[in-house]
């Protein structure tokens, strides 16, 4: 099987690449447009900010790549926000693959010292509803890093709570995308890469 990580201008590549090899599955890192399109499975990580990231993305034709593959695709973290509508870090148009918007988390007045932003460690996800969520993850933990967060809407295939309900995961046709990081989230990040690869 022919397993693609976008490289793009955002971290995080390295640990997705090491997690596929724990699972024995080999992935080219790469921002060749042939390979990308040629690949069975795509992956598009990322840590980093919104604006910039999108304006890099635009730069090199990426984003079009991107918003045309036919074959399954899983963004995690900012992948998962570049792949919706608009972001409210630099107030930018992004993919559009999915209608939810970003936003930045705002604790309560006075709860700013309770619940910290950036929204980091483990956490709880529920009301799973995507082929690489299967139903033996309900309600499991995993790790998270962000101070923005997607809205709950139709696309969203798992919730989790910080402040407010948010999509810890995504889901539309052949796109797939989480929040969380399963690359760090240990056997249930596991699986869920696992399933992904299986799909």
């Not at 918007?101 to 980091?120: D, N, S, Y």
Request: glycine share 6%; charged share 20%.
């Amino acid at each position: 099987m022919n397993i693609v990580i976008i490289k793009y201008n955002a971290g995080n590549i390295e640990s997705v690449n090491n997690a596929l090899n724990r699972l024995g599955v080999s992935a080219e890192i790469t921002a060749d447009p042939e390979k990308i399109r040629a690949a069975d499975k795509v992956i598009f990580p990322g840590v980093g900010e919104a604006s910039t990231t999108m304006a890099y993305l635009r730069e090199h034709k990426l984003d079009e790549l991107i918003r045309s593959l036919k074959q399954p695709v899983l963004g995690i973290c900012l992948g998962q926000q570049l792949m919706c509508a608009h972001s409210e870090e630099g107030d930018v148009k992004c993919l559009g693959i999915f209608d939810e918007k970003v936003k930045r988390f705002q604790p309560a007045p006075g709860q700013e010292f309770v619940t910290k932003v950036p929204h980091m460690g483990w956490n709880n996800i529920y009301n799973l509803n995507s082929a690489i969520l299967t139903p033996d993850l309900e309600n499991q933990f995993v790790y998270f890093v962000h101070s923005y967060y997607v809205e709950v809407g139709k696309h969203t295939a798992a919730t989790c709570d910080y402040i407010n309900p948010f999509s810890a995961a995504l889901h539309k046709d052949n796109f797939y995308a989480t929040q969380f990081h399963p690359e760090k989230s240990q056997k249930v990040g596991a699986k869920i890469l696992e399933n992904f690869i299986n799909l």
